[in-house]
Each structure stands twice: as C-alpha cells, then as structure tokens.
T-cell receptor, first 115, second 111 residues
Framework: GAGVSQTPSNKVTEKGKYVELRCDPISGHTALYWYRQSLGQGPEFLIYFQGTGAADDSGLPNDRFFAVRPEGSVSTLKIQRTERGDSAVYLC?????????????FGPGTRLTVL | TQLLEQSPQFLSIQEGENLTVYCNSSSVFSSLQWYRQEPGEGPVLLVTVVTGGEVKKLKRLTFQFGDARKDSSLHITAAQPGDTGLYLCAGISGGSYIPTFGRGTSLIVHP
C-alpha cells in the first residue's frame, strides 16, 4: 500500500514569504505528526494530531507556525513570515492510533530553503 | 536541548568489519527506539526496546537497552554497504509515545 507522502519535495522561498507544506498519511491512520530536521540533527517534534484536533502542539517554535488537519486525513503545515533559520527538512509521520506504542511511519520530507 | 547523546557522530568502515554505536542519556525512558534514515528519506523504525537489560537481534544487528533504561547500544556484525545510513536513537517517556531523537550516527560502509 501507499506510504506517507509529502508535497512538495523541495521548496525554495524568500525571507518573509508564506509557505504551506502538505502531508498525506497512510489511509486509516488516525494520528499524524510533524517534525523538523535541521542539518546534522535528529528530527525535532513540532505537533501531533489525533483525528482533526491537535493533541499536542508543544513543539511549535513560535506563532509563525501553524498546522491543520480539517478532515482527519491530510494535514498542512503553514509557516508565516519565513526566516532563514526555518530552513530544514520537514518530516511528517502517521500511526494507526496516537498516544500508543503503534509504529510511526515517516514520509520522505519536504526540504525547505529560505533565502 | 538534546537529551540523547549519540556516539560516534561519524563512522567510516570497510565491508566485513564489526561496529558499535552508543546512545546515552541522563534521563530514564520507558522505551527506546532505533531508526535508520537514508538520504532523501524519512527514518525507518528498526526496533523498540522496553525492558532494562533487554537484548534484541535483527539479523546482523544487536540492540541492547541499559539496565537503568538510560542508554542503549547497537552492534552490527560483518557490516555491508547496504547498512550505510544515519542511525538515530529515540527515547520515549510518558504517555505521549512521541520520540525524542538524538543527533544520529552517520555510518558509511565501503565495499
């Protein structure tokens, strides 16, 4: 079956612009996670959805970052007024049920470059 | 702040050699996971260890969880070029089951 997909695979933008990153989880997975991976670092947790609601958004660095999952499937990570420090690979993962030991399956990521 | 320290950061070896990578923390975790990540891909879960002192084997890979559940090691026997990748450990604490990742060990196995 299809895995987690993310679009675009690469995004180059200018400082101050707005970007949207999309994640399509594995069908039937109720939990969805966003992570950010900077160069030379491991993934850093941003936000976790269980269904349509954000169950834990404690990893969002500031109010320029926002994510939605309106129908409990596809999710969009939105970044306003991008800064050079936002450059990273943004990873999405899904699992069957959140708050459980069910395995998270990761997508290939979106590489964001802010010039 | 990285709660998990991985060592070495980089490792370059020849095919057939054995190696061990380490994951250390001052924090206690309810479980610890190991992932492998290849360039342009997301991490893929290799194993989850739950019990202090637990040893799990996955073909040529042996994973151990420390008795105090603060550290772990990954040993690879007779490394192959297909083992090349970034090995990440991740600790899980509390009920959220959200992993906290280390920086990873970048392994290159030369044919």
């Amino acid at each position: 079956g299809a895995g987690v997909s993310q679009t675009p695979s690469n995004k180059v933008t200018e400082k101050g612009k707005y970007v949207e990153l999309r994640c399509d989880p594995i069908s039937g997975h109720t939990a969805l996670y966003w992570y950010r991976q900077s160069l030379g670092q491991g993934p850093e947790f941003l936000i976790y959805f269980q269904g349509t609601g954000a169950a834990d958004d404690s990893g969002l660095p500031n109010d320029r970052f926002f994510a939605v999952r309106p129908e409990g499937s596809v999710s969009t990570l939105k970044i306003q007024r991008t800064e050079r420090g936002d450059s990273a690979v943004y990873l999405c993962a899904s699992s069957l049920i959140g708050g459980s030991p069910h395995e998270q399956f990761f997508g290939p990521g979106t590489r964001l470059t802010v010039l | 702040t990285q709660l998990l320290e991985q060592s070495p950061q980089f490792l370059s070896i020849q095919e057939g050699e054995n190696l061990t990578v380490y994951c250390n923390s001052s924090s206690v975790f309810s479980s610890l996971q190991w992932y492998r990540q290849e360039p342009g891909e997301g991490p893929v879960l290799l194993v989850t260890v739950v019990t202090g002192g637990e040893v799990k084997k996955l073909k040529r890979l042996t994973f151990q969880f420390g008795d105090a559940r603060k550290d772990s090691s990954l040993h690879i026997t007779a490394a192959q070029p297909g083992d090349t990748g970034l090995y990440l450990c991740a600790g899980i604490s509390g009920g959220s089951y959200i992993p906290t990742f280390g920086r990873g060990t970048s392994l290159i196995v030369h044919p």
